[in-house]
């Protein structure tokens, strides 16, 4: 079975550009996840998604990042415009409902100069 | 205090020691805990669920102590393909899905 799929895997942008990341989550798994990444932190939860609805974007910062699932399925994640301080690891991960196992995609390392 | 805290290392230790880390965390009302290994420049991965006293998979083990508020994971007969970062998670509130992420600790098994 396929996992969660990210692309691109690494993007390296110049400040103050827009920047997409998109995500497929594993078949038939209704909840997807962004996740922040800072080195040497552990993963930070930017919003959760329950099929389309986004039911968690409180940690989003809403200036400058969004999120859209618009089929329930695939879901990307931008920011316009990036900032230094954007430089990080974004992580998709899904899950089958709820209550289960979520299991992380490869990851979008960014890198803003 | 942070709701979850890990000593970030790193601990090095050799090929077939025994090796053990301890998370803490604030919410006395969690009630279930989880180990993911990340690999480096990898993604995390669910090592195992706690959701009562303890856990046991092969060389690793997982118990809760509720009392003192952390969980620890040990690890006997380490290999050198266990080195990496281990997190620990909680849900956050009670809510099984959102978790909380400790910093990690990393671990290096030397030959």
């Known amino acids: 079975e396929a996992g969660v799929v990210q692309s691109p895997r690494y993007k390296i942008i110049e400040k103050k550009q827009p920047v997409a990341f998109w995500c497929n989550p594993i078949s038939g798994h209704n909840t997807l996840y962004w996740y922040l990444q800072n080195l040497g932190q552990g993963p930070e939860l930017l919003i959760r998604y329950e099929n389309e609805e986004a039911v968690d974007d409180s940690q989003l910062p809403k200036d400058r990042f969004s999120a859209e699932r618009l089929k329930g399925v695939d879901s990307t994640l931008k920011i316009q415009p990036a900032e230094l301080g954007d430089s990080a690891v974004y992580l ?13 995609g490869p990851g979008t390392r960014l890198t803003v100069l | 205090r942070k709701e979850v805290e890990q000593d970030p290392g790193p601990f090095n230790v ?20 989880f180990w993911y290994r ?26 809760l102590n509720r009392a003192s508020q952390y969980i620890s994971l040990l690890i006997r007969d380490s290999k050198l393909s266990d080195s990496a970062t281990y997190l620990c998670a909680l849900p956050k509130g009670g809510a099984t899905n959102k978790l909380i992420f400790g910093t990690g600790t990393l671990l290096a098994v030397q030959p």
């Open chain 2, 38 to 63: 990340q690999d480096c420049r990898k993604e995390p991965k669910l090592l195992m669920s706690v959701y009562s006293s303890g856990n046991e998979d092969g060389r690793f083990t997982a118990q």
């Open chain 2, 14 to 33: 050799p090929e077939g020691a025994t090796v053990a880390f301890n998370c803490t965390y604030s919410n006395s009302a969690s009630q279930s805990f």
């Open chain 1, 92 to 104: 998709c991960a899904s899950s089958l409902g709820v209550f289960d196992t979520q299991y992380f």
